[in-house]
């Protein structure tokens, strides 16, 4: 459709510049130019995004730090090298990979399983679909002190059932051995929805042929989600699953509502590292650095993406 | 399919009811304590039945919080109040740019229009502090930290691209022959645009403005780092206010519940709208 649209555009300017007049090559070059006028304030939002980018490299590079004016200076990859080294850095490593890890494996199990739960189109279902969009629109930082209050060892409820359950002394957030599921629970209650919604739509999409055709031979259903299902809803899974994994290697609401960053340095995820580098240590040079490595993986990860996006792109809106 | 078993039925049953139970309870037990005082929240066993009392909200509504130490002032109807300035005014900027632009990407193919689009993409999913710390420093030269004009500016960068991208889609699916028809019938092409392919594409700009709005609203992080106090939106303010009032539980829970609010009534009001916009926004574009 791309195709035949600028063809057809490309006709249409054919057609009106053939007459060699001159108020239809006014009509020509205003229409030449209006595409850029019209493009013009997202354009300067590109630039008001790449300027301050490009700045964090260039700081990246850097001796820079708030509190020693004096010492700035150009120091190459310094601050990349000593992050080889620097347990810290290490450690945010780990820890931001696992957070993005598990909370995109399990919101992938529990979307998959919700939407096959609610895959056929009854009111009950639809109205359960909704009623799952509210964590969903819940601020992941209103969400995180919500679920800060429930996991209150004084009062909160959930504390209470895991006492019930024989755990005494359950500190959620603030014991280092259970601060990542207690993140991980509260992103996996806020995006598990994403994911769901993701899935039933393309779970409704699919073709009923198929399932027909498999419900009539008498296929077994696990043959049925495993060799039909499954593989008609890749697309989707990929797609809900990048998309996740990108905003989750990047996640800073929560964990900083939740801890900042602590017990300790326990979940010192990328951002919340680099923000604790800026604000607290005034270091702008390492945070910056910082920030490249975490965009140097989201790039990567985000070039897997859009290929693919525009893949289904092409597929919904045709060929380009 | 259709034949199942009662059995079946029973299961679907009781899943259906443990979701629904894990993704509800948080809100509806924030929505009870916020209705408690500080000795029903503190009671063990937690009970459902307690005698709801109002005082938290009306805290919040004057601004006064009476502790055992003396009165707090609370600003945190002044944070609602932001949130709702700041989040309308980005959406509105957003569209009045967006929509244009969205509609040149959608009906002209140039070289600038598709770079954009891409710039625009890959920074959809670049960490946001990466340009916001920067841009804090440029900020202060500017003289635009902690004023709503610069946090609105740079809320376009939540805002714009998710416009774009939607309510492109949208043009995308409208054919331009009746916007052609009609610019043949002698129409400027303004007139196209506005009587004929906004109207036609009204559904993608409700659904991009309806979570352009909820986006804007749900940030943290850039009122973090470019705001003050009195500047703040909810979300900054509400774990402002968890630092400063310490053990007010109904308070807070009060506050949550104002925060949350709004954008839940409008995901319930608008859920058919927010579920294309969000399956669009994610898988077509």
């Known amino acids: ?320 | 399919m259709d034949q199942t078993s009662t059995f079946e039925k029973i299961t679907r049953g009781i899943l259906i009811v443990l979701v629904l139970l894990f993704f509800l309870f948080p809100i509806f037990w924030i929505l009870l304590m916020s209705f408690q005082n500080n000795d029903q929240i503190l009671r063990i066993p937690p009970s459902i039945a307690f005698e709801p009392t109002l005082q938290n909200y009306t805290a919040l509504l004057t601004g006064k919080l009476e502790t055992a130490a003396g009165d707090l002032d609370i600003a945190f109807m002044r944070n609602l109040g932001n949130s709702l300035l700041l989040s309308t005014c980005a959406v509105l900027l957003s569209l009045a740019l967006g929509v244009p632009a969205a509609y040149a990407f959608a009906r002209f193919k140039f070289r600038l229009g598709e770079n954009i689009a891409f710039t625009l993409l890959s920074f959809r999913f670049a960490p946001p502090l990466l340009v916001l710390l920067p841009l804090s420093l440029y900020f202060k030269q500017l003289g635009l930290t902690d004023t709503y004009v610069g946090l609105i500016w740079v809320y376009q960068l939540i805002c714009l691209p998710l416009i774009l991208w939607i309510v492109r889609g949208y043009f995308e699916d409208i054919s331009p022959d009746i916007e052609n028809a009609y610019r043949i019938a002698g129409h400027s092409w303004w007139r196209a645009f506005s009587r004929i392919a906004i109207p036609l594409a009204r559904p993608g700009i409700a659904a991009a403005a309806l979570l352009a709005f909820i986006f804007a609203w749900n940030n943290f992080i850039f009122a973090l780092i470019l705001a003050s106090a009195s500047k703040q939106p909810v979300t900054v303010g509400a774990l402002a206010f968890v630092t400063a009032s310490g053990i007010q539980y109904g308070q807070i829970a009060a506050a949550i519940v104002l925060s949350v609010t709004p954008t839940l009534l409008l995901a319930l009001y608008a859920q058919r709208y927010l579920v294309e916009g969000l399956s669009l926004g994610a898988v077509k574009g």
């Open chain 1, 1 to 320: 459709m791309a195709l035949s649209d600028s063809v057809r555009s490309n006709m249409t300017l054919a057609a009106k510049s053939s007459p060699q007049t001159s108020a239809a090559a006014r009509r020509w070059s205003m229409r030449r130019a209006l595409p850029y006028l019209l493009s013009l304030p997202a354009l300067l939002v590109c630039i008001g995004i790449l300027i301050p980018f490009f700045t964090a490299a260039y700081y990246s590079l850097m001796r820079f730090r708030l509190n020693l004016p004096m010492m700035k200076g150009f120091i190459w990859f310094d601050n990349y090298i000593s992050f080889l080294s620097d347990a810290a850095f290490w450690n945010t490593m780990s820890i931001s990979l696992t957070y993005a890890f598990v909370t995109v494996t399990v919101e992938l199990a529990f979307g998959l399983g919700i939407a096959l739960l609610l895959v056929r189109p009854t009111r009950l279902n639809n109205a359960v679909s909704i009623m799952l969009l509210l964590p969903l629109m819940t601020a992941p930082a209103l969400a995180a002190l919500m679920w800060k209050l429930m996991t209150n060892p004084n009062f909160g409820i959930l504390s209470y059932f895991v006492s019930l359950l024989g755990f005494d002394d359950f500190r959620w957030a603030s014991d280092p051995r259970t601060a990542l599921l207690t993140v991980v629970l509260v992103d996996v209650w806020v995006y598990t929805p994403f994911i769901m919604i993701l899935l039933l739509a393309g779970l409704r999409s699919l073709p009923k042929q198929p399932f027909e055709a498999a419900a009539l031979d008498g296929v077994p259903r696990s043959f049925v989600f495993f060799r039909i299902t499954l593989p008609m809803l890749m697309p989707y899974i990929i797609t809900a699953t990048l998309f996740r994994l990108l905003d989750s290697i990047q996640q800073f609401d929560i964990v900083y509502s939740m801890t900042q960053g602590g017990p300790g340095d326990r979940l010192m995820v990328f951002q919340v590292q680099a923000y604790l580098e800026f604000f607290q240590y005034t270091n702008v040079g390492r945070s910056a650095a910082l920030m490249i490595v975490l965009w140097a993986i989201t790039y990567a990860l985000s070039n897997l993406f859009i290929k693919h996006w525009l893949k289904l792109r092409e597929r919904a809106h045709g060929p380009a």
